[in-house]
C-alpha cells in the first residue's frame, strides 16, 4: 500500500474512533462537526484513491482493432490524452501492434506527472501519418514533456506546404528518438517553416521563435526521406534562447539525414555540450541548384564549444553553381567549436 493512502486510512480510523467515543445527547454540535470531518476524509480518501489506480504502469498496447479499455488504446491520442491528464506512478512502456496501422492522426503529449529518470515513458513501434495543415503542421508534439522516448515508428507527414515530423517545445527533458523513420513523401514547399525535426518552440507559420525548448535530448539512428529535389527546408532545426550561456548536452548522432531542402542540420543560439557525431548528411539523387549545408551551426553565448565529429558529409548537389557547404560554424566573441569529421 503507498504510504499516502496508508495515513488517510490511519486519520480515517482515529476520526470514526473520537466519534464512537463522544456522547451522541451531551454535544450535539461537536457531534455534526466530526461527521463532517470524517465525510470530508472520506471523500478525500475516495479521490486518491480514484487518481491514484488511474496513473499509468506497466505495459500496454495500441491496436486499432481493440476498443480503448484496460490495458489497450484503440489510437495514439487515446494515449497521449490519458497518460497527460493522469500521468504515471511507475515505468510505462507502450507497444504498438504489428500490422494495426498506419494510424491517421495529429497527436500531442503534454507534462507527464511522475515522470523521472526511473518511471520513464517507452513508445514502441508501427505507423503514424498525418497530413500537415497551417493548424497543426507537426506529427508529434511535446510540450514539456520529460524521460520520454520514441523507438522504431514510422511517422510520416504527407503535406506538400506544411510540414513537420516531429516538435519537441517547451523546455522538454531528457527526451530520446531512436531507430525511427521520418518521412515527407510530398513536401515541396520552399517555405522555411518546415523540417523533420524541430527542437524549438516555433508556430506553424514560423520556426523562428528563441526560447528554451529542449535539454539532454537525444536523437539518434533515425533516417530522414523525402521526394528527389524536395523534402523540408532543414533535416533538423534546433533554436534555442539567444545569449545561451547554459549546458543542455543535446546529442544528434549516428543519423542518416537527407532529402532536404538546403540544410542538413541547422542550430541557432545553440546549447553549449551539443554533440554531433557519426552521422551520414547527403542529398543523393538530388539535382535541383540551390544554396546547401550540411551542418550550419549559429553560436553566440555559450562559453566552450560543440563536438562535431561526423562519419560523412556527402552529395550535398549534384549539379549547378549555387554555394555548397559541409560544415559551417559561425559564432560571437571568439567561442570554440570542436570539430572533427571526415567530409567525402
Not at 511507475?90 to 504498438?96: A, D, E, H, K, R
Not at 507527414?157 to 527533458?173: F, K, L, P, V, W
Amino acid at each position: 500500500m503507498q504510504p499516502y493512502l496508508l495515513r488517510v486510512l490511519i486519520t480515517l480510523s482515529f476520526v470514526d474512533r473520537i466519534l464512537k467515543l463522544s456522547p451522541m445527547k451531551k454535544n450535539y454540535k461537536q457531534r455534526n462537526w466530526l461527521f463532517k470531518l470524517k465525510t470530508i476524509f472520506t471523500f478525500s480518501f475516495i479521490l486518491i484513491v480514484s487518481l491514484a489506480s488511474a496513473q499509468l504502469n506497466g505495459t500496454y498496447t495500441i491496436d486499432s482493432s481493440a476498443i480503448t479499455s484496460g490495458t489497450n488504446y484503440q489510437i495514439f491520442t487515446d494515449f497521449a490524452d490519458t497518460i497527460t491528464k493522469y500521468g504515471v506512478s511507475g515505468p510505462v512502456i507502450v507497444n504498438v501492434a504489428s500490422n494495426s496501422g498506419p494510424y491517421y492522426q495529429w497527436v500531442e503529449f503534454g507534462d507527464i506527472s511522475g515522470a523521472n529518470s526511473t518511471n520513464t515513458i517507452t513508445l514502441n513501434g508501427n505507423t503514424v501519418s498525418h497530413p500537415g495543415s497551417n493548424s497543426r503542421s507537426p506529427v508529434f508534439t511535446f510540450k514539456s514533456t520529460d524521460h520520454f522516448t520514441l523507438d522504431n515508428l514510422i511517422i510520416e507527414n504527407t503535406g506538400t506546404d506544411y510540414g513537420r515530423c516531429i516538435q519537441i517545445r517547451d523546455a522538454s527533458t531528457y527526451f530520446i528518438i531512436s531507430n525511427c523513420q521520418l518521412n515527407m513523401p510530398n513536401m515541396t514547399s520552399n517555405s522555411s517553416r518546415n523540417c523533420y525535426i524541430l527542437l524549438g518552440n516555433g508556430s506553424n507559420g514560423t520556426i523562428f521563435t528563441f526560447a528554451n525548448a529542449a535539454e539532454h535530448c537525444s536523437i539518434s539512428n533515425n533516417v530522414t526521406n523525402g521526394p528527389a529535389n524536395g523534402g523540408p527546408y532543414w533535416g533538423i532545426f534546433a533554436a534555442d534562447e539567444t545569449s545561451n550561456t547554459d549546458n543542455k548536452f543535446n546529442t544528434i548522432h549516428g543519423n542518416e539525414i537527407k532529402d532536404f531542402l538546403h540544410y542538413g542540420f541547422r542550430t541557432y543560439y545553440c546549447d553549449e555540450g551539443t554533440t554531433i557525431t557519426n552521422n551520414k548528411i547527403h542529398n543523393t539523387g538530388h539535382t535541383n541548384n540551390t544554396p546547401t549545408f550540411g551542418i550550419y551551426v549559429f553560436q553566440f553565448g555559450a562559453v566552450g564549444g560543440l563536438n562535431i565529429s561526423n562519419k560523412k558529409i556527402y552529395n550535398l548537389r549534384r549539379t549547378g553553381t549555387e554555394a555548397c557547404y559541409g560544415i559551417y560554424y559561425y559564432t560571437f566573441n571568439g567561442h570554440r567549436v570542436v570539430s572533427v569529421f571526415n567530409l567525402v
